[in-house]
């Protein structure tokens, strides 16, 4: 069991993660969201309903940090869509576990609201839900090894284009 | 004829945008098209597996109830108490013994019929309902049903045709493609809501040479060219077709979009990597009057539902599936590739984004009328330069809405 002092460290650190995540996704840098995983990781949306029905389709499933890049580079290359603002809200980031963030890892869990702004429309409530994410050291920075984000609602308004 | 007097002599070679955009066309629609003789997709029998076991859904934008009843029998009600309206069933699925209206606990049986009135006789022989009324006349207001091979389609016309004989030949054995008779297994739902008219999303999938040309991402992987070995087929009355079409995976320098900087590989091809299933074609798209999608594209199994929300936008719900005797390799093939479609998806995004650019285009010019040159006739073809099932469409929409 880490000390006290450890433990503050540690969920600033994993604060730290999840603000730097954000703000890069917010800043539309998706070439960069790659780096924020392990190689051997998981990435999934999915929704609620999905979820309580035991059902394994997700909206977004990458296994590997190779098909993160694929999609990064698609949404960049391939992929046509308007142009749109995002603004990316995580709170009640909480440690479920405390020991292993250098070896399986921690386990972490928060919520999120993503808002969006395209063209001279308002800003609108694009998802909420929450997240269940495993975390690791890798050399002197810690990645998710693990990031699954539940959303709440059965019906997505439009489309998902970039990544929660 | 009145409503929708300015179609062009054209004939459906030209769309106007009247039909997308205006409310009493959209009214029209939903008491000759949705409320008329279709076959209206509202689910797979293997989500109401057990007696009393239901799904909510929707008939055009009428919802229903898709209900087991107790001897096993598949049926579908308006999701609407006789008495005064409410909605008898709140949850999108689940299971029950009755239905029971929240607001004065009228309760109606699996069957449909009214079982049970709260004081009925009133209290110490005062009040209670009039003796002229009679329950056996209040029931669940019920649709026809048909099945094939595990699809459940509804129908509020009692005199539509048997639903092998209302898709033909060429779309059933398509149909039959997919939904061979063997279990079909549910493995998730996705649901998101388009900015366009219900009629926009059908067309999107009768137009075979869009692909190449918007879809980026199926042109860098080969999966959907201009060139590729192609058959369209159209029914009888133009109301339903099908797109099939054969991937070669190979890159093609001539078809290779704008955008594409650098060489594209994917790092990891898993989210393409198909395994044959069907005999031929890569991938087979029906479209069933009025508004189901029936997707196979590689490994990539769907009913995608386009429910009509207002003119200006439709409820897109795909139902993904696969076979119970399905290997775990391959029902993984089926959730790595679904990362192409949905709310999420590196080919549908596409769609969803032209979609509402050409609802507000329509909108900002409701005197217009959309194009449809490309190609001759209402029927088959064995290329993809054509938008003849789009024609057919409308061919068959102006008998039935005129």
Redesign the interface.
């Known amino acids: 069991m880490p000390a006290q002092s450890e433990l503050y460290q540690l969920a600033a650190d994993v604060e730290l993660l999840f603000t730097t995540y954000c703000e890069t996704l917010d800043d539309a840098a998706i070439e960069r969201w790659p780096d924020f995983f392990a190689s051997e990781s998981r990435y999934r949306i999915t929704t609620r309903d999905n979820l309580e029905r035991n059902l394994p389709l997700s909206l977004v499933l990458c296994e590997g940090v190779g098909m993160l890049r694929d999609r990064a580079r698609a949404l960049q290359e391939t992929v046509m869509y308007r142009r749109r603002f995002q603004r990316r809200l995580m709170s009640g980031i909480r440690l479920e576990t405390a020991d292993g963030i250098d070896g399986s890892g921690v386990k972490v869990r928060a919520s999120f609201l993503v808002c969006e702004s395209m063209g001279d429309g308002p800003t609108q409530l694009l998802v909420s839900g929450r997240s269940q994410d495993i975390v690791v050291r890798e050399g002197d920075s810690l990645k998710f090894k693990q990031r699954l984000c539940v959303i709440d609602s059965t019906v997505i308004p439009d489309s998902l284009v970039f990544p929660l | 004829m009145s409503l929708i007097a300015q179609w062009p002599s054209e004939g459906s070679r030209r769309v106007p945008a009247q039909v997308y955009i205006d409310s009493s066309i959209y009214a029209r629609e939903q008491e000759r098209i949705f409320r008329g003789r279709s076959w209206n997709y509202v689910g797979l029998a293997t989500e109401v597996a057990a007696s009393g076991d239901f799904l909510q859904t929707y008939v055009g934008e009428i919802p229903v109830i898709l209900v087991r009843d107790r001897a096993g029998r598949l049926r579908v009600f308006v999701n609407r108490c006789t008495h005064r309206n409410a909605q008898i069933c709140r949850e999108?699925r689940g299971h029950v013994k009755v239905f029971t209206c929240p607001y004065h606990q009228w309760s109606f049986t699996l069957e449909g019929r009214l079982a049970g009135i709260p004081f009925r006789r009133g209290i110490d022989g005062k009040g209670g309902m009039s003796a002229c009324f009679a329950p056996e006349q209040h029931g669940l207001e019920e649709l026809n049903v048909a099945q094939r091979n595990g699809a459940v389609f509804a129908s509020f016309a009692s005199d539509v045709e048997p639903l092998e004989q209302y898709l033909g030949p060429a779309i059933l054995s398509y149909f039959d493609r997919v939904c061979d008779g063997r279990a079909l297994r549910?493995?998730?739902?996705?649901?998101?809501?388009?900015?366009a008219n219900w009629k926009l999303q059908i067309e999107n999938l009768k137009d075979p040479f869009h692909a190449a040309l918007?879809h980026?991402?199926f042109v860098?992987f080969g999966i959907w060219r201009s060139d590729q070995e192609t058959e369209i087929k159209v029914d009888g009355h133009g109301r339903h077709s099908v797109l099939v079409s054969t991937a070669s995976f190979r890159q093609n320098t001539a078809d290779k979009?704008a955008?594409?900087?650098a060489e594209?590989r994917?790092?990891?091809s898993?989210?393409i990597d198909h395994e044959r299933e069907y005999e031929h074609g890569t991938g087979a798209i029906l479209t069933v009057w009025p508004n189901l999608i029936v997707l196979q594209q590689l490994n990539c199994l769907a009913m995608r539902h386009v429910r009509p929300d207002g003119p200006d936008a439709c409820?897109k719900t795909w139902t993904?599936f696969g076979y119970e005797s399905d290997t775990p390799q391959m029902?993984a093939r089926r959730?790595?590739q679904?990362?192409m479609l949905?709310?999420?998806g590196?080919v549908?995004?596409?769609d969803?984004?032209?979609l509402?650019?050409a609802q507000a285009g329509a909108r900002g010019a409701p005197a217009s009328a959309a194009v449809l040159e490309t190609g001759e006739g209402t029927g088959d073809a064995d290329h993809m330069l054509t938008e003849s099932a789009i024609r057919g469409f409308y061919k068959y929409y102006r008998t039935i809405m005129e």
């Open positions: 999108e549910v493995i998730g739902t996705m649901r998101h809501r388009v900015h918007l980026s991402f860098t979009p955008t594409t900087r594209f994917l790092k990891d898993r989210i409820i993904f029902l959730l790595l679904a990362n949905g709310p999420s590196l549908t995004i596409d969803n984004e032209v509402a650019i």
